[in-house]
């Protein structure tokens, strides 16, 4: 009894690496992020399909309760965490603190290693300016829109300009479902083809 206790104590004492991954609808597939886990060493992978911006992501609070210290969390991109850096800087200190790491498999950022924390802080300081650039942009081009009259009414007819920025406020996730479709004046349905058409190009 006590040989198996010591092993098993062993064993889960050496640094381990937990996977996590996600995508924002049922219509996206883990394959690719799960593939890069298990060739990166993952033992355990947790998945969510779930929303950036949503609070509640069930798999990724079980692949937390794993973690121990000495162990990485490991992810395809930081964006699989949150988009927002004043939320992300500080869920990177409280693993740093509690002497966990986390990585990046496609940024090739590793916060084990000495210049790794240095360089996440930089990078995603660099990645929530270019997302706040976006929003700015979605936004200066819905008010450049309406100025002209092109939004409103019941038409379903939209420009190619219109479906650029349709597009980018759905990729941002800053804009719910309904409020996308009261803005262009379009049904649920005719917003999803409109996705679809552009992801055919």
Same mark, same amino acid.
């Given at each position: 009894?006590?040989?198996? /206790?010591? #092993?098993? /104590?062993? =064993?889960?004492?050496?640094?381990? =690496?937990?996977?996590?991954?996600?995508?924002?609808?049922?219509?996206?597939?883990?394959?690719?992020?799960?593939?890069?886990?298990? +060739?990166?060493?993952?033992?355990?992978?947790?998945?969510?399909?779930?929303?950036?911006?949503?609070?509640?992501?069930?798999?990724?609070?079980?692949?937390?309760?794993?973690?121990?210290?000495?162990?990485?969390?490991?992810?395809?991109?930081?964006?699989?965490?949150?988009?927002?850096? *004043?939320?992300?800087?500080?869920?990177?200190?409280?693993? +740093?603190? +509690?002497?966990?790491?986390?990585? %990046?498999?496609?940024?090739?950022?590793?916060?084990?290693?000495?210049?790794?924390?240095?360089? #996440?802080?930089? #990078?995603?300081?660099?990645?929530?300016?270019?997302?706040?650039?976006?929003?700015? !942009?979605?936004?200066?081009?819905?008010?450049?829109?309406?100025? !002209?009259?092109?939004?409103?009414? *019941?038409?379903?007819?939209? %420009?190619?300009?219109?479906? =650029?920025?349709? =597009?980018?406020?759905?990729?941002?996730?800053?804009? %719910?479902?309904?409020?996308?479709?009261?803005?262009?004046?379009?049904?649920?349905?005719?917003?999803?083809?409109?996705? *679809?058409?552009?992801?055919?190009?």
């Amino acid at each position: 009894m006590n040989l198996q /206790y010591r #092993f098993i /104590y062993k =064993k889960r004492a050496q640094k381990m =690496k937990i996977g996590y991954a996600r995508v924002s609808t049922d219509k996206q597939t883990l394959d690719l992020q799960i593939d890069a886990l298990k +060739k990166a060493g993952c033992e355990k992978i947790y998945s969510d399909v779930v929303s950036g911006s949503k609070a509640q992501k069930p798999e990724f609070e079980k692949a937390l309760d794993q973690l121990r210290e000495g162990d990485a969390l490991v992810v395809w991109r930081f964006d699989r965490l949150g988009r927002v850096t *004043r939320q992300l800087l500080p869920f990177v200190e409280d693993l +740093k603190n +509690k002497g966990v790491g986390l990585i %990046s498999i496609t940024q090739n950022i590793d916060t084990t290693r000495p210049d790794g924390y240095m360089v #996440f802080t930089i #990078f995603s300081a660099i990645a929530e300016n270019e997302r706040n650039l976006l929003i700015e !942009r979605t936004k200066a081009g819905l008010e450049a829109a309406r100025a !002209r009259g092109r939004f409103g009414g *019941r038409k379903e007819k939209l %420009s190619d300009t219109q479906v =650029k920025i349709l =597009k980018a406020m759905h990729k941002s996730e800053e804009h %719910s479902t309904a409020e996308i479709c009261a803005t262009f004046g379009i049904s649920r349905p005719t917003m999803y083809r409109y996705l *679809r058409a552009t992801e055919k190009r």
